[in-house]
């Protein structure tokens, strides 16, 4: 799932530094080859406003100078910390769901081969397949050829 928001990011970033303009050829083309999408592509333009150039022009500069230095030391030094922090914690809770998936995925396993050991020996299955494939006819005798 990460991917494709990372992929619908992308493609925002990409039209928003081209401005309005290829917001209005996205959505004409979606329109062309599948008339749902350049709606959808429509609505969010209309809905986030970014057919304003001005729009356009704010969120890339903003998103380049976030992480600039602000000229406060305490509070820059702050802010490293805090991300520092939080890029720790995100670290810690990202091998926490490893973990589990590791987890939940052996269990699986376990649960997977209990049920395969608890199966009756293939030996059977092919007794009764070849009696299967052994007609006899009601008095117990194979039938005679023709």
Do not use: H
Not at 2 to 25: H, Y
Not at 67 to 96: H, S, W
Request: hydrophobic share 40%; charged share 30%; glycine share 4%.
């Amino acid at each position: 799932m990460e991917p494709v928001s990372k992929a619908f990011r992308s493609a925002e970033n990409w039209l928003d530094e081209r401005g309005p303009k290829a917001w209005i050829i996205a959505f004409v083309l979606g329109f062309i080859f599948v008339w749902p999408i350049g709606l959808a592509i429509l609505l969010y333009a209309l809905w986030s406003n970014k057919m304003s150039r001005r729009s356009c022009r704010t969120r890339s500069w903003s998103r380049d100078s976030r992480f600039a230095p602000t000229g406060n030391v305490a509070f820059d030094a702050y802010r490293e910390e805090t991300l520092k922090r939080l890029e720790d914690e995100q670290a810690a809770f990202q091998a926490f769901l490893e973990k589990l998936r590791k987890a939940k995925d052996q269990a699986e396993f376990d649960q997977f081969m209990d049920d395969r050991r608890r199966r009756p020996a293939p030996k059977a299955d092919a007794e009764e397949a070849q009696m299967a494939s052994n007609p006899r006819d009601e008095g117990g005798a194979a039938p005679m050829p023709a």
